[in-house]
C-alpha cells in the first residue's frame, strides 16, 4: 500500500500548480481521501477531501474557489489543482486515504481519521 504524492514546485504569487497522488496496492475510490498541508512552525491541516464515490466534497474556507478536488479512478489517482495560489499556501502538502472506512459516504478534514499518509511535496509561493 502506498501513495506518491508529485507536482510541488516554486510559484509566484497568482499561479497555479496540480498535485497529484498515485496510488497502489489498494483502490483509491473506495475510500476517503484528502490533501492536507503543513506549514513550518504549524499544525497540519485538511486543505480539501473528497468520500468514496465522490459523493461529498470538503474544502477549507481559505481555498475555496481557488482549489479543486478530483480523481481519476482509470489512474487510480487524487489531484488538487490549486490557482490563483497565495504566500499564505507555503506548505508541505500530503495526501491521504481513510483506510479504515470502506465505501464511506463522507470524509474528514481532521489528519488523525487518516491511516495512510504519502511522503509530502512542497509548494512554495513566493515572488
Known amino acids: 500500500v502506498q501513495l506518491q504524492a508529485s507536482g510541488g514546485g516554486l510559484v509566484q504569487p497568482g499561479g497555479s500548480l496540480r498535485l497529484s497522488c498515485a496510488a497502489s496496492g489498494f483502490t483509491l475510490d473506495d475510500y476517503p481521501i484528502g490533501w492536507f498541508r503543513q506549514a513550518p512552525g504549524k499544525e497540519r491541516e485538511g486543505v480539501s477531501c473528497?468520500?468514496?464515490?465522490?459523493?461529498?466534497?470538503y474544502y477549507t474556507d481559505s481555498v475555496k474557489g481557488r482549489f479543486t478536488i478530483s480523481r481519476d479512478n482509470a489512474k487510480n489517482t487524487l489531484y488538487l489543482q490549486m490557482n490563483s495560489l497565495e504566500p499564505e499556501d507555503t506548505a508541505v502538502y500530503y495526501c491521504a486515504a481513510d483506510r479504515t472506512r470502506i465505501r464511506y459516504s463522507f470524509c474528514s478534514r481532521l489528519p488523525m481519521e487518516y491511516d495512510s499518509w504519502g511522503q509530502g511535496t512542497l509548494v512554495t509561493v513566493s515572488s
Open positions: 473528497i468520500s468514496s464515490g465522490n459523493g461529498y466534497m
